[in-house]
């Protein structure tokens, strides 16, 4: 029998959740293949298996938090994929993963009466372990779940029964099922969630940071006319040559890099009593996700043209969204921009991701009035910038001239090619 156990996944990481199993139980594995899902404080990761077998046992449920190096499976690596040896032994965790078997489930019931004991002194409802994850990906409790097996287990066929009700008999169910309300609540219906691993890190580190950081915001507007007309010019011929579509990002990108080499304490941070100026620009991108918001890193950013910044930030925010990202994908950076428009934000002050000490938001386009002179006025599509900053190294004057920097380079594009 082999154990398998949780990885190192980084320097800073030492426990995850598991989000989910991957196989089940007595499926056969061949090695390196992936077993599990874990989600950590930064990234979620996959838990492969060190030996090909066919698995025996899993130690610990979805929703489980582990710790690096605790055992979560066992894998019996004399069985086959034909069919386990171990198949006499391991009938019960077999039957329990296979609903398409109910001859084998009914002969594993009988030697589950200890493991059902120990379930419900949990207060825990017995289910399969397809059941359970087809009711976390659909969101149902198990609670609200009528098993139609002698034994009481809830079966995937009960989940799905359950779902195909009409709403309107769901309701009366899930309230009892709910955690207890407020007296002023009291009658209301609530739903509780368990917070995410991530989701309680990004609470915990914006809290921090307001907390740690003598933050500040300054804004300014700027004249989006002159990329606009540029982008459209250009697009096209930008798009064939290079693969990939000529976005705004590209253009705030570059701007940034020109005002952090300007204003180089925008782009250092504070170590004990000393600050580390950095001589690279590594520019983090926020990215909203369906677990969250995430900041992968876009490496030496000075170095990139338009079509590698492009092509960079596609590929990053492509593998947040899939959950692909790596903890090395978002270590290290020392600027970030935020694009809260894309949602149609038209102002707001971001927060730093710290230990950097500037972040840029940018927001929706929006024509507006502005005064050509004393007598003239033109609709221009106008932007709200928002630069937030640590005053305990930035100051005023430093961040206003940093921000109308990022001005002048947006609103005279060609400007940007001389800042290289």
């Known amino acids: 029998m082999t154990e398998i156990k949780v990885p190192e996944l980084g320097e800073s990481i030492t426990e995850g959740t598991i989000s989910q199993w991957l196989k089940e139980v007595g499926d056969y594995v061949e090695q390196g293949e ?28 979805p929703g489980d938090t ?26 019960k965790e077999e039957a329990t993963a296979k609903e398409e078997a109910p001859q084998e489930e009914k002969q594993a019931e009988q030697t589950q009466q200890p493991e059902k004991e120990e379930a419900v002194s949990n207060n825990r409802p017995l289910a399969s372990p397809a059941a359970r994850k087809l009711a976390r990906e659909k969101g149902i409790s198990l609670d609200a779940i009528t098993p139609t097996d002698p034994t009481g287990k809830i079966r995937r066929q009960d989940i799905e029964a359950h779902q195909a009700k009409p709403k309107q008999t769901e309701a009366p169910k899930a309230q009892p099922s709910s955690a207890p309300v407020s007296e002023g ?30 933050m500040l915001t300054t804004f300014n507007e700027v004249d989006m006319s002159a990329v606009m007309n540029l982008r459209s010019r250009r697009k096209d ?16 990108t570059k701007a940034v890099v020109g005002a952090l080499k300007e204003f180089p304490l925008l782009n250092a941070e504070i170590q004990g009593d000393e600050l580390l100026i950095k001589k690279f620009y590594d520019i983090g991108i926020a990215v909203s996700t369906d677990s969250g918001l995430v900041v992968p890193v876009l490496r030496d950013a000075d170095r990139l043209s338009f079509a590698g910044i492009e092509k960079g930030i596609g590929e990053l925010g492509k593998k947040a969204r899939d959950n692909k990202l790596q903890l090395a994908d978002m270590q290290g950076g020392t600027f970030t921009i935020t694009n809260g428009g894309v949602f149609g934000s038209l102002w707001s002050t971001p927060i730093l991701n710290a230990p950097q000490v500037g972040i840029l938001g940018m927001h929706k386009i929006q024509m507006r009035p502005v005064a050509i002179d004393n007598e003239r006025f033109e609709n221009r599509p106008m932007m709200y910038l928002a630069l937030s900053y640590d005053h305990r190294i930035v100051d005023g004057k430093e961040a206003v001239s940093f921000l109308v920097k990022i001005k002048q380079l947006i609103e005279d594009p060609e400007q940007l090619l001389l800042e290289g």
């Open 66 to 91: 582990v710790e690096i190096g605790e055992v979560i499976a066992i894998i019996d690596e004399s069985g086959s994929a034909g069919g386990s040896s171990a198949t006499s032994e391991s009938t």
């Open 185 to 214: 609540e009291a009658g209301k219906p609530v739903e509780r969630q368990k917070m995410s691993r991530r989701r309680q890190t990004i609470a915990k580190r914006l809290v921090d940071v307001q907390h740690e950081t003598a």
């Open 34 to 61: 992936f077993i599990a899902e874990l989600e950590t404080d930064k990234v979620n990761a996959e838990i492969p298996v060190d030996t090909a077998g066919v698995i025996k046992e899993f130690k610990r449920e």
């Open 237 to 252: 011929a930008f798009s064939e040559k290079h693969g990939v579509k000529l976005g705004f990002m590209s253009f705030f």
